[in-house]
C-alpha cells in the first residue's frame, strides 16, 4: 500500500540539528558517583533538570508496568514506554539527545558518524556508521543490516502493529512485499535504499521531507541480521545493539536485561549502561505496584502513566516522598473516539450528543483530579506547532455537562430518547476504566445507555485496531490516548485522521476518518517550504476534524510521577514524556 508522505517536521532542518553529546551524567570532586537522595532532589525538579547525577555503575534497575510491552520487536512496537525501554537494548542510525528539557527533543547521532548529508535538492540522504559498532554476538553492524531492518516494516502481513512511515516514503509505487517476499538473492530488494558499501547507507526521497530523520530515529529503522531474523517470533528475542541484551522475556509476565558485552561505549554517547541488570515485570495490581514504589522495593513505573490516585494523595501529604516526584505534561491527549462504522455514530449529531452530555469535570477527576492534565478542548495539544489551546468548539473547558444542547443533539439525529452502545476501554488502565463509567454516568441523564467492555490491553491492535472487530463488537465509543511520534502536526495527527493509515490491523484511525480535505491538507503541510508555513495547515486539520465532532478529548494529559530516591540520573525527555532509561543508574 502507497501510503502519503510525511509533513514537515516541526523542530528543526536535518541541517539545524543538535551535534552535541550526552552531558547528564557528572561526578563529586572524588571522582566517584553522587550517593542517592542528592540535596538536588525537589518536587518536579526532574522536569527541568538532572536529579542526582552519576556515573556510578552497578546493581539492579528494577521497572514494573501494569502494561504488558506490545512487542520488543523494534518493527512492530509501538507504545511509547516501550520506545523508552528499547533505549536498553537497541540502536539506530540517530536517536534523541539524553538531555533533559527541549534539549532531549533533538536528535544527535548514534550509530551514524554524523547527522546525514543531504544532497540532490534535499532528496538524498547519505549516512556512514560509526566503527567498533557491534550486535551483541560480536559481528560488526553494517549498512546492509539497517536496509534489512528497515525493509522488514514493509512485511506488514507477518510484522504489523508498528508505524508505518518508512513505507509510506520508501516505497514509492514500488510495492516493496518485504525481505519475506523479496526475489532479491541477497533480500536487499528494496529500490530507494542503497548500501554501497558496508558503512554508508543512502535513502533517495521521491521528494524532500525534512521529517526524514525523524523516521531514522525510530526503533523501526534499527539494525536487524537477517541470519537471525525469525519473523513474527522475533519479538521474543531481538538481537541487542545497545548496552544490554534481552536475556528472558515472557509474555504478560516481563523480562530480563544483562549486559551486552559487545556494547563499546565508546560509540555510543546516548547511552549510559550503568546497571548490571534490568528486570521488567508486569503486574496486574497498580495499587500494589505503588505501594512497593513507596517502599522502595522497586524502581520505577516504567509505562509513565504515574500512579494511582491513594499513592499520590499520599505522596502529596508526605514532604519525603513528594521530593522524589513530579507532575509533568506528557505530551499525549486522553479522549474518547467515535468509530464512523458503528450505528448511531455514523450521524454526526449523535455523536455531538455524547459530547455535550459529557461532564468534563468529572472526566477529569476520574484520570485522578488537576494533576492528571489539564482539561481538554481540542485534538492538537500544547507545544506542538499549530496547536492552539484555547480553541474549545464545544465548551469542554467550562468543565459542566450541557444537557440541553445533548438533547437538541439527539433530537436532530432521529433519536430523541437515547441509544444503546458500547464502551471499549483496556482493563489495565485503571483512570481510562474510570473515565469510561464517567461516561457512562453522564449519558444516562439524557437516556444514551453504555455497557463498558473492558478488553485486554496488550491486545489493542487486535481488539480496538481491528475495524472489523469495533465493528463486531459494536465499540460505538473508544477510550484511548495519544502521544505524538514526533513533534510535528504530521506526527501526532496523522496517525489518527488520515485515511490511507486506516489498518485492518493495529489500526489507530479508529474513528474511521477518509476525508479528502483532511487528507489533502496533509500533503500541502508536507509540500510547505519550512516548519513555520507548514504549522496553519495542522491548525486547519485539527478544526475540521473537531467540527465534525468525532472526538471528545479527555485532558492535555499530566503524570504523577513517583520515583525510588535511590535512582541517579533522573530526568523526563520530552521527546518521550517520560524519565529517560538511557542514563538511569542506581545506588546499591
Known amino acids: 500500500m502507497i501510503r502519503r508522505k510525511q509533513a514537515v517536521a516541526i523542530a528543526a532542518t536535518v541541517a539545524a540539528l543538535s551535534l552535541t553529546a550526552t552531558a547528564c551524567g557528572g561526578k563529586d570532586d572524588s571522582g566517584n558517583g553522587k550517593a542517592g ?5 525537589a518536587f ?35 507504545y511509547g514506554f516501550v520506545w523508552n525501554l528499547q533505549r536498553l537494548y537497541i540502536r539506530q542510525l540517530l536517536a534523541y539527545d539524553s538531555k533533559p528539557g527541549k534539549d532531549g527533543t533533538k536528535l544527535v547521532p548514534d550509530l551514524a558518524e554524523a547527522l546525514p548529508v543531504l544532497s540532490n535538492g534535499g532528496k538524498t540522504y547519505t549516512l556512514k556508521l560509526k566503527d567498533g559498532v ?37 516505497d514509492q509505487g514500488q510495492k516493496y512485499p518485504g525481505p519475506y517476499k523479496d526475489k532479491d538473492p541477497n533480500k536487499m530488494g528494496l529500490k530507494s535504499v542503497q548500501t554501497p558499501d558496508d558503512k554508508t547507507i543512502v535513502f533517495n526521497l521521491a521528494k524532500p521531507n525534512s521529517d526524514f530523520s525523524y523516521l531514522l530515529a525510530m526503533p523501526s529503522s534499527s539494525p536487524v541480521p537477517a541470519a537471525k531474523d525469525t519473523g513474527a517470533k522475533y519479538t521474543n528475542a531481538p538481537i541487542s545493539t545497545g548496552p544490554y541484551k534481552v536475556t528472558s522475556f515472557t509474555a504478560s509476565k516481563g523480562a530480563t536485561f544483562e549486559r551486552n558485552p559487545n556494547w563499546d561505549p565508546k560509540t555510543d554517547t546516548i547511552r549510559k549502561g550503568l546497571p548490571d541488570k534490568v528486570s521488567f515485570t508486569v503486574t496486574t495490581n497498580a495499587e500494589d505496584m505503588d505501594a512497593r514504589l513507596l517502599n522502595g522495593d522497586i524502581d520505577l513505573a516504567v509505562d509513565g502513566t504515574g500512579v494511582q490516585q491513594a499513592a499520590k494523595i499520599k505522596i502529596l501529604q508526605d514532604p519525603k516522598l513528594k521530593k522524589n516526584a513530579d507532575n509533568p505534561f506528557t505530551g499525549y491527549i486522553r479522549y474518547f473516539v467515535f468509530p464512523q462504522t458503528v450505528k448511531p455514530f455514523d450521524n454526526i449529531e449523535c455523536r455531538k450528543a455524547v459530547i455535550y452530555a459529557a461532564n468534563p469535570k468529572s472526566l477529569q477527576t476520574a484520570r485522578g483530579g488537576p494533576t492528571s ?62 473515565t469510561a463509567e464517567s461516561l457512562q454516568e453522564s449519558l ?16 489493542s491492535s487486535s481488539t480496538i485496531g481491528s475495524p472489523e472487530n469495533v465493528k463486531k463488537k459494536n465499540y460505538g465509543i473508544i477510550v484511548m490516548g495519544w502521544g505524538a511520534d514526533y513533534n510535528s ?12 493509515f486506516i489498518l485492518p490491523n493495529g489500526n489507530n484511525n479508529y474513528s474511521m476518518l477518509n476525508d479528502p480535505e483532511v487528507n489533502g491538507l496533509f500533503d500541502k503541510a508536507a509540500d510547505a517550504a519550512t516548519p513555520e508555513e507548514a504549522a496553519p495547515f495542522y491548525t486547519d486539520i485539527n478544526k475540521k476534524v473537531m467540527e465534525k465532532a468525532l472526538y471528545l478529548p479527555i485532558n492535555f494529559d499530566k503524570a504523577f510521577v513517583y520515583h525510588n530516591p535511590r535512582l541517579t540520573n533522573v530526568y523526563f525527555n520530552e521527546s518521550m514524556g517520560k524519565i529517560d532509561l538511557a542514563t538511569v543508574g542506581v545506588v546499591k
Open 37 to 41: 537522595g542528592s540535596s538536588n532532589a
Open 44 to 78: 518536579n525538579a526532574a522536569t527541568t533538570g538532572v536529579v542526582n547525577p552519576s556515573d556510578k555503575k552497578g546493581g539492579e534497575l528494577k521497572l514494573w508496568s501494569p502494561q504488558d510491552v506490545d512487542y520488543l520487536d523494534p518493527a512492530r512496537a509501538y
Open 134 to 170: 557491534k550486535f551483541e554476538d560480536g559481528t560488526p553492524i553494517t549498512s546492509k543490516d539497517i536496509k534489512y531492518g528497515i525493509e522488514r516494516v514493509f512485511a506488514q502481513d507477518v510484522l504489523s502493529g508498528g508505524p508505518t512511515y518508512l513505507i509510506d516514503v520508501l
Open 373 to 434: 492534565g489539564d482539561l481538554g478542548a481540542n485534538m492538537l495539544p500544547p507545544g506542538i506547532p499549530g496547536s492552539d489551546k484555547a480553541y474549545d468548539p464545544y465548551g469542554l473547558t467550562a468543565g459542566a455537562p450541557q444537557t440541553d444542547k445533548a438533547k437538541a443533539a439527539l433530537a436532530a439525529c432521529g433519536q430523541p430518547n437515547g441509544f444503546k452502545t458500547t464502551i471499549a476501554v483496556r482493563n489495565n488502565r485503571a483512570a481510562e476504566v474510570k
Open 444 to 459: 444516562k441523564a439524557v437516556g444514551i445507555e453504555a455497557s463498558i467492555d473492558q478488553y485486554d490491553g496488550k491486545l
Open 489 to 500: 502536526g504530521s506526527g501526532f495527527l496523522q496517525p489518527l485522521v488520515d485515511g490511507s
